[in-house]
């Protein structure tokens, strides 16, 4: 089966930094690879997705990177605000199921 | 407004009781999905449906039974066989078709004592 590996399980930066996770992820046929974005107490929100035919994907401040060949794809959040701090997770897979990563927190400091 | 909800929100239990959570989903969503989330464990798979009337065990599903019997409702029995159900579960559903992203309700933590 799939296997995802994400880190770091901790990321602190200062307001207005970048901030990097990256997840590799162990299944070729793998073709679908979303972020969600989890406060405390909460279900996880979709926040970027990218397919496996796509390299690079941008929504104002966030990008999703993909490198088919390495197995490894990235989340990149510019101009980091204290609103982003939070758990994210990474995930692989398809049509059928999804494998989640065990998740980065987030924390973003004024 | 379409979405999909857990409930309740928080539940205990004692030791050796089974117990049920709930979740519905007015999204006309073909595929249900539930998680198991515990500190620094990610999300993993219990079960899954992608049509009514049939389902298929994820990595965990040992301790574990659903069914779905409507397209809107798919719960998770959470039987005495578990032996450590302490944990928060989350509900997800999915469109189907072209269409993978995961729409996820708002949890249910469950305490056994």
């Known amino acids: 089966g799939e296997n995802v590996e994400q880190h770091p399980s901790t990321l602190s930066v200062q307001e207005g930094d970048s901030a990097v996770i990256k997840c590799t992820y162990s299944d070729s046929a793998s073709n679908y690879f979303p972020w969600y974005k989890q406060e405390l107490g909460k279900g996880p929100q979709l926040i970027i997705d990218i397919r496996s035919n796509v390299g690079e994907k941008k929504d104002q401040r966030i990008a999703v990177t993909l490198n088919k060949t390495a197995k490894h794809f990235s989340l990149h959040i510019t101009e980091t605000q204290p609103e982003d701090s939070a758990v994210y997770f990474c995930a692989a897979g398809g049509y059928s199921t999804l494998t989640f990563g065990k998740g980065t927190m987030l924390l973003v400091s004024p | 407004d379409g979405g999909i909800t857990q409930s309740p929100k928080y539940l205990f239990r004692k030791e050796g009781q089974n117990v049920t959570l709930s979740c519905e989903q007015n999204l006309n969503h073909d595929a249900m999905y539930w998680y198991r989330q515990d500190p620094g464990q990610g999300l993993r798979l219990i079960y899954y449906s992608q049509i009514v009337n049939d389902f298929q065990k994820g990595d965990i599903a040992e301790g574990y039974s659903v069914s779905r019997e409507k397209k809107e409702s798919f719960p998770l029995t959470v039987t005495s066989a578990q032996k450590n159900p302490t944990a928060f579960y989350l509900c997800?559903?999915?469109?189907?078709?072209?269409?993978?992203?995961?729409?996820f309700g708002s949890g249910t933590r469950l305490t056994v004592v």
């Open positions: 997800a559903s999915r469109r189907g078709g072209q269409d993978y992203g995961y729409t």
